[in-house]
Protein backbone atom coordinates (compact mmCIF):
# COMPACT_ATOMS: atom_id res chain seq x y z
CA UNK A 1 0.00 0.00 0.00
CA UNK A 2 2.74 2.10 0.90
CA UNK A 3 4.22 2.20 -3.04
CA UNK A 4 0.56 3.40 -4.48
CA UNK A 5 0.48 6.59 -1.95
CA UNK A 6 4.24 6.68 -3.22
CA UNK A 7 3.44 6.57 -6.95
CA UNK A 8 0.12 9.05 -6.32
CA UNK A 9 2.42 11.45 -4.97
CA UNK A 10 4.84 11.63 -7.11
CA UNK A 11 2.32 11.55 -10.02
CA UNK A 12 0.45 14.58 -8.11
CA UNK A 13 4.16 16.17 -7.37
CA UNK A 14 4.65 15.77 -11.25
CA UNK A 15 1.49 17.26 -12.13
CA UNK A 16 1.92 20.27 -10.53
CA UNK A 17 5.49 20.84 -11.94
CA UNK A 18 4.25 20.60 -15.01
CA UNK A 19 1.15 23.27 -14.46
CA UNK A 20 3.77 25.58 -13.02
CA UNK A 21 6.18 24.99 -15.59
CA UNK A 22 3.74 26.07 -18.17
CA UNK A 23 2.61 29.17 -16.30
CA UNK A 24 6.36 30.68 -16.19
CA UNK A 25 6.29 29.64 -20.11
CA UNK A 26 3.23 31.42 -20.66
CA UNK A 27 4.66 34.73 -18.04
CA UNK A 28 8.16 34.76 -19.95
CA UNK A 29 6.26 34.81 -23.30
CA UNK A 30 4.44 37.43 -22.09
CA UNK A 31 6.89 39.80 -20.88
CA UNK A 32 8.88 39.10 -23.52
CA UNK A 33 6.15 40.18 -25.69
CA UNK A 34 5.96 43.44 -23.12
CA UNK A 35 9.59 44.21 -23.01
CA UNK A 36 9.47 44.18 -27.12
CA UNK A 37 6.73 46.30 -27.07
CA UNK A 38 8.24 49.05 -24.85
CA UNK A 39 11.54 49.38 -26.38
CA UNK A 40 9.55 50.21 -29.88
CA UNK A 41 8.12 52.54 -27.91
CA UNK A 42 10.71 54.52 -26.29
CA UNK A 43 12.62 54.34 -29.61
CA UNK A 44 9.89 56.57 -31.03
CA UNK A 45 9.75 58.96 -27.65
CA UNK A 46 11.38 62.16 -28.67
CA UNK A 47 12.61 62.65 -25.45
CA UNK A 48 13.54 59.29 -23.90
CA UNK A 49 16.76 58.91 -22.99
CA UNK A 50 16.58 55.12 -24.22
CA UNK A 51 15.85 56.58 -27.76
CA UNK A 52 18.51 59.94 -27.38
CA UNK A 53 21.50 56.93 -26.22
CA UNK A 54 19.59 54.16 -29.06
CA UNK A 55 20.22 57.17 -32.23
CA UNK A 56 23.60 58.27 -31.00
CA UNK A 57 25.12 54.71 -30.85
CA UNK A 58 23.67 54.12 -34.65
CA UNK A 59 25.21 57.16 -35.99
CA UNK A 60 28.19 56.22 -34.37
CA UNK A 61 27.88 53.13 -36.28
CA UNK A 62 26.93 54.33 -39.44
CA UNK A 63 29.58 57.18 -38.95
CA UNK A 64 32.26 54.76 -38.41
CA UNK A 65 30.66 52.48 -41.71
CA UNK A 66 31.46 55.66 -43.62
CA UNK A 67 34.92 56.09 -42.82
CA UNK A 68 35.96 52.61 -43.45
CA UNK A 69 34.99 53.18 -47.22
Do not use: W
Request: hydrophobic share 25%; charged share 35%; glycine share 2%.
Amino acid sequence: MHKFTQFFASQKRLCQQQRELEYLRKEVEALRDQNKSMKEGMRRCPSCDYRIDYKTRQGQALSENSNED
